[in-house]
């Protein structure tokens, strides 16, 4: 499908490509991401279109703000050490990241490795992500190394992406700030360089991610600028083999997590997946309380390190584990309203029209099912039951959960969960959860 036609049909549907980039931008609200990783080198596009939509059907059960897809590289520079699992080539994570719209209706944060190109050669790489795969979001990654040769650095990467309109952040490394002290200068220097949010590697040790929020936070006040989002991204961890690769990426796993992963792995591979999820719960959970006075905000990222299937399912209830912590940690009641939307209408604003447009109708066909009722025991006829459905056209793509933290009063709750009920039963349905004060 050409760039014309896929923005016709966003068009059509009120979807906003840049929907996902104004999210991670927003410091009001957190975002909830999951992590894929595109198919291997030489997949057909049939089958890339098979795996994309598995993975949404899956990812369907998850109230999703939308997806980070990744650019997968060798790293070889980085460490002596032997690389756990082998280096394979993936398709390019723009062309696998432009399905994502049309199958799931949720828009993607595409990685992109800025040092194998020239400056010529990534503007091609941007012009042809925008225009023909319709990506409005990256997150843009420098070298494994300070020793790696490179032909293009991130400052001069971020000015190309500035001068294309496009949107992007870029990456903070808890552990390199526990060893230099300097991290939240990078972030602060990337900032002033245009990245709109910063995406973490895996968190296992929570300390280290609080002294880096905590100095980030001190900086921007002693500057007077609003820190950019901080999601952080968690992985399950349920093989040795997966814990010696988590510590080949550099991702810091502090003793103790690592014996209580092991220790779990000798009763089954699941228990040791359900351990690092409890871990994971538990670092998040510290991370929000000692963070919460640093002005920072946050969003979850949640990925899968390896190809085992125990840790991929094991991705899901992590998700909802840490969605649930972040939002309690807000200090307001939130809940869930169920309602239709048409894939790919993730315009904030017209969902939540749509939303009024429904009750608006419902609360029309109930005052017209009173009135008849009240008509009827007048004259002792029976009532109808076949009222209208609220939106008569008919659903145009799979059902999907959405996040939205729009106020709503708290005396609405019970009423919302009524009337999403009535919706339910009326319509067809996507989960929403509604932020009440």
């Known amino acids: 499908m050409s760039s014309d036609s896929k923005s016709k049909t966003f068009t059509q549907r009120g979807w906003d490509p840049a929907w996902l980039a104004k999210a991670l931008a927003d410091?009001?609200?957190?975002?909830?991401?999951?992590?894929?990783?595109?198919?291997?080198?030489?997949?057909?596009?049939?089958?890339?279109?098979?795996?994309?939509?598995?993975?949404?059907?899956?990812?369907?059960?998850?109230?999703?703000?939308?997806?980070?897809?990744?650019?997968?590289?060798?790293?070889?520079?980085?460490?002596?050490?032997?690389?756990?699992?082998?280096?394979?080539?993936?398709?390019?994570?723009?062309?696998?990241?432009?399905?994502?719209?049309?199958?799931?209706?949720?828009?993607?944060?595409?990685?992109?490795?800025?040092?194998?190109?020239?400056?010529?050669?990534?503007?091609?790489?941007?012009?042809?992500?925008?225009?023909?795969?319709?990506?409005?979001?990256?997150?843009?990654?420098?070298?494994?190394?300070?020793?790696?040769?490179?032909?293009?650095?991130?400052?001069?990467?971020?000015?190309?992406?500035?001068?294309?309109?496009?949107?992007?952040?870029?990456?903070?490394?808890?552990?390199?700030?526990?060893?230099?002290?300097?991290?939240?200068?990078?972030?602060?220097?990337?900032?002033?360089?245009?990245?709109?949010?910063?995406?973490?590697?895996?968190?296992?040790?929570?300390?280290?991610?609080?002294?880096?929020?905590?100095?980030?936070?001190?900086?921007?006040?002693?500057?007077?600028?609003?820190?950019?989002?901080?999601?952080?991204?968690?992985?399950?961890?349920?093989?040795?083999?997966?814990?010696?690769?988590?510590?080949?990426?550099?991702?810091?796993?502090?003793?103790?997590?690592?014996?209580?992963?092991?220790?779990?792995?000798?009763?089954?591979?699941?228990?040791?997946?359900?351990?690092?999820?409890k871990i994971c719960s538990e670092a998040l959970s510290t991370i929000l309380e000692r963070s919460s006075g640093t002005g920072v905000p946050l969003g979850i990222n949640v990925e899968s390190v390896s190809g085992f299937r125990e840790e991929i399912d094991g991705v899901f209830e992590l998700f909802r584990q840490l969605q649930h912590l972040m939002l309690d940690a807000r200090g307001v009641p939130w809940g869930v309203r169920w309602y239709r939307v048409p894939v790919g209408s993730l315009t904030r604003s017209a969902s939540e029209q749509e939303l009024f447009r429904l009750e608006a109708e419902l609360e029309e066909k109930r005052k017209a099912l009173a009135s008849i009722k009240k008509s009827n025991r007048i004259s002792g006829a029976a009532t109808p039951l076949d009222i209208k459905q609220p939106n008569d056209e008919p659903a145009s793509g799979p059902l999907q959960k959405a996040i939205s933290l729009t106020p709503m009063p708290i005396g609405c709750l019970v009423a919302g969960a009524l009337l999403g009920f009535v919706l339910t039963a009326l319509s067809g349905v996507r989960v929403k959860f509604v932020r009440a004060e």
């Open 27 to 277: 410091p009001t609200r957190p975002v909830f991401l999951a992590g894929c990783v595109p198919p291997r080198e030489g997949t057909a596009e049939v089958q890339s279109m098979e795996i994309c939509q598995k993975f949404c059907d899956r990812a369907r059960c998850l109230a999703t703000d939308g997806f980070t897809i990744y650019d997968i590289q060798d790293e070889a520079s980085r460490t002596a050490e032997t690389r756990p699992f082998p280096f394979r080539r993936t398709l390019p994570p723009e062309e696998f990241a432009g399905l994502f719209p049309l199958l799931s209706g949720k828009g993607t944060v595409v990685y992109k490795s800025v040092g194998e190109e020239d400056s010529e050669g990534f503007q091609s790489w941007l012009s042809r992500s925008m225009g023909v795969h319709g990506c409005s979001a990256f997150n843009i990654v420098g070298a494994a190394s300070s020793s790696a040769e490179v032909k293009l650095k991130v400052p001069d990467a971020a000015s190309l992406m500035i001068k294309a309109n496009a949107s992007f952040g870029c990456v903070c490394i808890a552990e390199r700030h526990l060893t230099r002290r300097s991290e939240h200068l990078n972030m602060l220097r990337k900032q002033q360089m245009g990245a709109a949010w910063f995406i973490s590697q895996a968190v296992y040790d929570a300390d280290a991610t609080v002294q880096l929020l905590q100095d980030y936070g001190e900086l921007c006040r002693s500057r007077g600028m609003q820190p950019a989002k901080v999601v952080l991204t968690f992985a399950p961890c349920g093989r040795p083999k997966t814990m010696q690769f988590i510590k080949w990426l550099g991702i810091a796993m502090p003793a103790d997590v690592e014996h209580r992963v092991e220790a779990a792995a000798v009763t089954s591979k699941q228990a040791a997946v359900n351990e690092s999820i």
